[in-house]
C-alpha cells in the first residue's frame, strides 16, 4: 500500500480509475525503488503514473521529483529501459488442512511478489479496474487463489533444494528462477512433502509480513495465484505430459506494423513469397490457421490498404493480419491493435508499445527491432525473440 508511504495522486487517475480502482492499486504497490532512477523511494513523496496500455493499464511507484503524477494515455510510454523492477520472497510453513478429517500438516509455502512497485490492472467483468498478475504464471499452471489443490503438481514449474534456501524456477519460457533462504526444518519438509506450496500475490509484501494469519488471508485474493511445485527430482521421474502452454517460444519473429490509421503488434505465423493473388493468399492463411470458426476476412481499416487483411476465430477470438508486402504475403496473428492513428508518432514509440504488450502477453522482453519488408504507406519493424 505504498503503505506509511506519501504518494501524490493526480485527479485524473481517482477519476479514470475510480475510488475502487484507486484503492486496489495503492493497496497493491510498495514504495522500495522508483521505477524512472531506480533509487529508494524511502522517506520521500512517491508519485503514481498510470499509463494507459489500451488493453490494459500499468500503474508504477516513481519519485515525484523524478516523475509527476499522471494519466498517461499519449501512447508514448517511458521506459528507464534498465530493469528497476523489485520481487520479494519468503519461505515458511503453514499448517495446512485439506477438509477431508486428515490430521492438520505442516505444508512448505514458497511466497512470491514478482513486482512490488509497478502491477498490471485490467476491467472485471462489470468493469472495475482489478489489479492483475502478469500472465506467465496462469501460463505455468497455477491457478486462483480459490480454486487451489495441492492434489497435482503444476505443468511449468520446479522447486530445488540449495544449502541455505530453495530455488523455484519458472520453466515457461523465458526461464526465471526465484530464490529464498530457508531453515532446514524448512527444506526437510520440503524433502518429505515432495515440493512446496508456491503462492503468488500482489496481495501482500513478503518482507513485511509479521502474522501467518496475513499469509492465509492471501489465500483467496483476486491478486493471487497458487499451485503445488515439486522437486526437480521428484519431475524428473514422471513422464512429462503437457507441451508448453506459453504460446512464445524461442525463434518466434514479432512483426510490428504502423501505418496512419492502425499500430498492430504479434508473432509472424507464416511468410509466402510466392506471387499469390488476394483470393489465393486468404486461402492460404486459412490453411496456416487450421480452424474452421473464422469469421470471415475484412480490411483491417476502410480505406487504408497497407493495414491489409484481418480475420477473427470466433471461438478462440484471436486475431490474424494479413498483408502484402514486396516480398510476398505474411500472415501475424494481433496481440494488440489500435487504430485511428495518433498513438505512436514514431518508430520509437510503438517499439516501446509494443515491448510493452509482448512483455505483458507473451513474458518476451529484449527484443531488438529492425526495419525490413514494408507494404506500401506503412512502416514494420520486426524482432525474433
Ligand atoms: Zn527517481
Known sequence: MAHQQEVAVSKHIVKRLGEDGVRETMDSLYAVDCQTCNRPLAGTTASLVVTD?????QAELHHR???KSEWNDSGLVRSSGEATLSHRTLTVLLPWSNNTGEPTTMQPVFILNPGLESVFLDRDDDGRWRVRLAERFAHAGLVAGPQLTIDRPV???????????VAV????????????????????QVRARG?????????????????????????????????????????????????????AAAGTTYVLHRSPRHLTVGPLLAHN???????????????VIGCETLIGWEPTVDGEPASGWFNIDFISVAQYLLRQYPDGWRLVRSLSRVDGGGSAETDNEARVWADQVIKFREQVSGLQWMTGPSPQGATTLYATA
Not at 505443468?155 to 534456501?165: C, I, K, Y
Not at 524456477?169 to 526437510?188: D, G, I, K, V
Not at 509484501?205 to 497458487?226: C, F, G, I, K, W
Not at 513469397?273 to 490453411?287: D, G, K, N, P, V
Request: proline share 8%; hydrophobic share 40%; charged share 20%.
Open 195 to 247: 515440493g512446496v506450496l508456491f503462492v503468488v500475490t500482489h496481495a501482500l509484501n513478503p518482507d513485511a509480513v509479521q502474522h501467518q494469519q496475513e499469509l492465509l488471508d492471501v489465500l483467496p485474493d483476486s491478486r493471487t495465484v497458487a499451485g503445488w511445485v515439486p522437486l526437480a527430482e521428484v519431475r524428473e521421474r514422471q513422464p512429462r505430459k503437457a507441451a508448453p502452454s506459453n504460446p
Open 169 to 188: 524456477t519458472m520453466e515457461n519460457l523465458p526461464p526465471e528462477t526465484f530464490l529464498c533462504r530457508a531453515t532446514e526444518q524448512y527444506r526437510a
Open 65 to 67: 521529483r523524478c516523475r
Open 273 to 287: 513469397a510466392a506471387a499469390l493473388t488476394l483470393e489465393q493468399a486468404q486461402q492460404w492463411a486459412e490453411q
Open 155 to 165: 505443468p511449468e514449474a520446479t522447486v530445488r533444494l540449495a544449502t541455505d534456501g
Open 53 to 57: 496500455l489500451m488493453m490494459f493499464l
